[in-house]
């Protein structure tokens, strides 16, 4: 084994570096306000059976890839069947995926930066200053926001320049339970308010008048994009993972965790919402306007503000080690340089990339792309189309050109599950998982 080639210390390490590639600004920043713009509990019912029933088969597929082979996403795939090299191309359309979304993942890392320093200073709660006015200004000031993206960009760099062990694993270790804990404290202040209850109904309950064949490409790319499935980067986590660690464990438990941050999000944000009279379809300032509100009505506010932005930054960057990490294996394994000298190299790239996106809000503004901002149609390309076309191919490969006694074996191994549980996941990606991808998006093109 190289010395850039690392492996995970143990099987928890993994399964909160999994959680913490899923969890992040896809449960806690996206899903909230896609589902207030997507009519509540609806939305929210389709996009965890779109994550038991569509997620969690390819969350398998992309841990018997990387486990099976042992390798980082492109290689994974020529090794498997090496008689068929074109299929290396879905792992290079992985490394691009991860690159383009961190070109806007990295702006909002950015923002939260920004947001964690004034509430530590608690600037943000003061009296006299207006959540939606902080935010809008923060956004549309251009040198905060490069500050931002730099500050990001700069912690990434130096996690990943340490290595698996000693940097991912160790950051996702305390990081991830210190999310959890905040998480209830703001769920169980949020569901005190006066008006909460209207919240929490809006979020459960189900209303299907507002489901519309872009809400299911959403709830689907919602589901690909909470579990950081489609672009290969579970493939290459996995790579790290030794052969006695059971996956459908592993995977349930990813997406367990997945689903719950997404629950509690919801419970979080929408009492609060409808507590104070503001619009569920705010978009993606929602977090950051709504939380201010929450905080500055709870004792020590400016505290319990200040410790849950700087979490919600720890679940961002988690994700963003993902990205990072499957680049830079991918390049590592293919010019054999330096881990620290490509990861420095990779995040000066990534930060001039991201550059457009995050000006997007300012001088950028009146740049459109197919009528969206630079940012909004940079995070349609990845979200909606990318994602969902990688999970297809991915899906394809494992179902119909991986050698199943390949998979099975893979699956199995290390686990106590049966072949009925191997019958169920390779129906699911026969027929369900493939079926359900074309149908979303065939409606969404019929629907434009």
């Not at 489609?230 to 790290?240: A, E, M």
């Not at 719950?260 to 009492?271: D, E, M, N, T």
């Amino acid at each position: 084994m190289s010395e850039n080639k690392g492996q995970w210390s143990s099987k928890l390490g993994f399964i909160l570096a999994s959680a913490g590639a899923a969890i992040g600004l896809g449960a806690i920043w996206k899903l909230p306000y896609v589902t207030g713009q997507s009519g509540g509990g609806a939305f929210f019912l389709i996009f965890v059976l779109f994550t038991l029933l569509i997620g969690l088969p390819m969350l398998l597929s992309e841990y018997i890839l990387g486990r099976g082979t042992q390798s980082e996403a492109v290689t994974a795939y020529k090794k498997v069947v090496p008689t068929k090299p074109a299929w290396a191309w879905v792992g290079r359309m992985g490394v691009l995926g991860c690159f383009l979304l961190l070109t806007f993942y990295s702006v909002v890392g950015g923002w939260i930066f920004i947001y964690s320093g004034l509430g530590v200073s608690g600037a943000v709660i003061d009296s006299s200053v207006n959540p939606g006015d902080l935010f809008g200004k923060i956004i549309s000031t251009p040198w905060i926001t490069l500050l931002g993206l730099a500050l990001f960009t700069l912690t990434n760099v130096l996690v990943i320049s340490l290595g698996v062990q000693n940097g991912i694993e160790k950051a996702n270790k305390w990081m991830m339970p210190l999310l959890f804990v905040m998480f209830i404290i703001l769920v169980i202040r949020a569901l005190t308010l006066d008006g909460a209850m209207e919240g929490v109904k809006f979020f459960l309950w189900p209303d299907f008048s507002n489901i519309t064949g872009k809400a299911l490409l959403e709830a689907l790319g919602q589901s690909f994009f909470g579990l950081a499935v489609g672009f290969s980067c579970l493939v290459t986590y996995s790579s790290y993972l030794k052969k006695d660690v059971s996956l459908p464990n592993s995977a349930g438990s990813v997406v367990i965790l997945t689903v719950l941050v997404s629950f509690l999000a919801g419970l979080a944000i929408f009492p609060v919402v409808f507590a104070f009279d503001l619009e569920p379809q705010a978009g993606p300032g929602l977090l950051f306007m709504v939380l201010p509100t929450a905080f500055s009505q709870m004792p020590f506010g400016e505290v319990f503000l200040a410790l849950f932005l700087l979490l919600f930054l720890f679940a961002t960057l988690t994700s963003s080690f993902s990205l990072y990490e499957i680049i830079v294996a991918a390049f590592i394994e293919k010019w054999h340089m330096s881990r620290s000298v490509l990861t420095l190299l990779l995040g000066v790239i990534v930060f001039v990339a991201a550059i457009p996106s995050a000006l997007s809000s300012s001088l950028l503004a009146d740049v459109s792309i197919f009528g969206k901002s630079i940012f909004d149609a940079t995070d349609y390309l990845v979200s909606n189309l990318m994602l969902p076309l990688g999970n297809l191919l991915i899906a394809i490969f494992i179902a119909y050109v991986v050698d199943k006694d390949f998979v099975k074996k893979e699956l199995l191994m290390g686990s106590q599950v049966g072949q009925g549980f191997y019958n169920t996941y390779r129906l699911l990606m026969l027929v369900v998982v493939p079926i359900v991808i074309i149908v979303v998006l065939l409606n969404m093109l019929i629907q434009k």
